[in-house]
């Protein structure tokens, strides 16, 4: 099964079907049934928009069940929903990204970042 992946929005369920995504029985499907945190706002009051976008983001993971799925999976959820520009913010962070980094390490990169 070929994904597209120009599409805003692609299921667990399509990349557990192209063998590229695999979990627990029941994971997925609660994943699905969630939509994952806008992305963060990159503009006026950075601290109050990570504050409100780390927790949803932690909201989600929690009522997804996509807290108990592998650390990679977790990780690419985390930069995934941060949004672009967030990421863009992420990949010029002073963190080694060849290095074994956990997600604790990104969002506390993050918070370092947006929190003063």
Known sequence: MEVNRHRSFVSYRELELAGEFSVRRGHTERMD??????????????????????????????VSGADGVEEKIIEAILLHSTGEEALEVYNMLNIDHDEEENVEDILTAFRACYQP
């Open 33 to 62: 049934q969630f939509r994952l945190p806008s992305p963060l706002l990159l503009t006026t009051n950075l601290e109050e928009n990570w504050q409100r976008w780390e927790q949803s983001y932690q909201i989600y993971m929690t």
